[in-house]
């Protein structure tokens, strides 16, 4: 009778430890990033978005970003900058609810304006506060070396790439604890 208790008590815990590790896979997957969904970002994004003493409009269809299992969202969208005193400084709205780094400038949350030149190395890739127009730091975009389709922008889930597309132009990220 003993030896069939014993059984019985190991069985069952044999039956519940796959619970035991799901457990712990849904704590680690809300660590994991995915693409966020065009609703996700529209509850997010701007349609005009705060830069310096503007209101620019968004190009919501541009819209990319990627979402955590907390619900913070990175995520970028076109500014249509035709006659703002932003043209030609600004290029892209871009919303961090998430501390990021981008190549060596490590970006705190909140909101900033992303604007580039063209250099001999890719794109020379301005990081201003949204609000200030102060800047944040600069960074280079290289060509990409594997072929992906030619966007405006496009985060890549890190699991993915973990680069933030400009054209056919990336600037490497990492997410920050």
């Not at 819209?63 to 969202?73: F, L, S, Y």
């Not at 600004?90 to 609810?97: A, T």
């Not at 597309?165 to 600037?171: D, E």
Request: aromatic share 6%.
């Amino acid at each position: 009778m003993m030896k069939m208790r014993i059984r019985i008590c190991c069985l069952a815990m044999l039956c519940l430890l796959p619970l035991a590790g799901g457990a712990q896979k849904v704590g680690q997957s809300k660590r994991e990033w995915r693409a966020a969904t065009p609703d996700e970002l529209a509850a997010v994004l701007p349609a005009r978005a705060p830069v310096e003493k503007e209101r620019i409009e968004t190009e919501m269809r541009t819209a990319t970003g990627v979402i955590d299992g907390r619900g913070k969202v990175v995520a970028a969208v076109v500014l249509i900058t035709a006659g703002y005193a932003a043209n030609g400084k600004y290029s892209h709205y871009f919303l961090v609810q998430s501390p990021i780094k981008i190549g060596d400038v490590l970006l705190p949350p909140g909101n900033y304006a992303i604007g580039w030149t063209r250099s001999p190395d890719g794109l020379l890739v301005h990081i201003y506060e949204a609000e200030t127009g102060v800047e944040r730091g600069t960074v280079v975009a290289h060509a990409l070396v594997q072929p992906l389709p030619i966007v405006s922008v496009k985060i890549w889930a890190p699991s993915e790439h973990s680069i933030i597309q400009i054209g056919r132009f990336a600037l490497p990220y990492a997410m920050q604890e």
